[in-house]
């Protein structure tokens, strides 16, 4: 395991529903992520958050709304999804990020998200 | 910002052959490399990486090679074994940027 840990490991929603997806990392690091993982594209970087504040948003639509209420923690809000956005969808945390960061992520299994 | 391309896209190799993966970047000021391996159902798992000021590392049977002038890292897997199968993925970043990911390599070790 790699101290990181997300819930639920699979789910499926319809377009009209209202889902989050949970991680935990158990590391003491303090930047967290969430990548979007798909057949067409490996590995898309989604959000970044650094001591609780998000530090990048890679024009994610308004759809994917994330929260992180402290270091340990990272929520990502589903709502109104389109078929498209079906993927895995993988947290990771490094012990930091930014000027003099030590950047080794650890990436959680990931949830695997169907939109019906 | 940085770009980094990853071939062969898939890979095939009897066990007990050598396996090589290779990585080009293209910002020179990047300094960090890692590379990821992921088994179905998991997320990818960091399996060794190498630093700038370093042209080579090895841990067992997997070794990665830099060579900055060229911009391009490589992995060396030898002495392949079944459980060795997985996606694989290559990575760089400057320090203080995220990692930009190449797109992988799928690894088949045929037994």
């Known amino acids: 395991e790699t101290g990181v840990t997300q819930t639920p490991r699979h789910l499926v929603m319809g377009m009209t529903n209202k889902k989050s997806l949970k991680c935990e990392q158990h590391?003491?690091?303090?930047?967290m992520y969430w990548y979007k993982q798909s057949a067409k594209k490996p590995l898309e970087l989604m959000f970044v958050?650094?001591?609780?504040?998000?530090?990048e948003n890679n024009s994610v639509p308004s759809r994917f709304s994330p929260e992180c209420p402290n270091s340990s923690h990272l929520f990502l809000h589903l709502h109104t999804l389109q078929p498209e956005d079906s993927a895995l969808y993988l947290c990771?945390?490094?012990?930091?990020?930014?000027?003099?960061?030590?950047?080794?992520?650890?990436f959680g299994p990931g949830t695997r998200l169907t939109v019906l | 910002g940085e770009n980094v391309e990853q071939h062969p896209s898939t890979l095939s190799v009897q066990e007990g052959d050598s396996a090589v993966i290779k990585c080009t970047y293209s910002?020179?000021?990047?300094?960090?490399f890692p590379w990821y391996k992921q088994e179905l159902g998991k997320g990818p798992q960091l399996i060794i990486d190498?630093?700038?000021?370093?042209g080579e590392k090895k841990d067992q049977r997997i070794a990665v090679t830099l060579n900055k002038t060229a911009k391009h890292f490589s992995l060396h897997i030898t002495e392949t074994q079944p459980e060795d199968s997985a996606v694989y993925f290559c990575?760089?970043?400057?320090?203080?940027?995220?990692?930009?990911f190449g797109k992988g390599t799928r690894l088949s070790v045929i037994a």
């Open positions: 190498i630093r700038s000021n370093v």
């Open positions: 958050y650094s001591l609780e504040e998000r530090v």
């Open positions: 590391l003491g690091h303090n930047a």
């Open positions: 990771a945390s490094s012990p930091n990020v930014g000027q003099g960061a030590v950047n080794e992520q650890f």
């Open positions: 910002d020179s000021a990047s300094n960090y």
């Open positions: 990575a760089a970043s400057r320090g203080n940027t995220p990692l930009v």
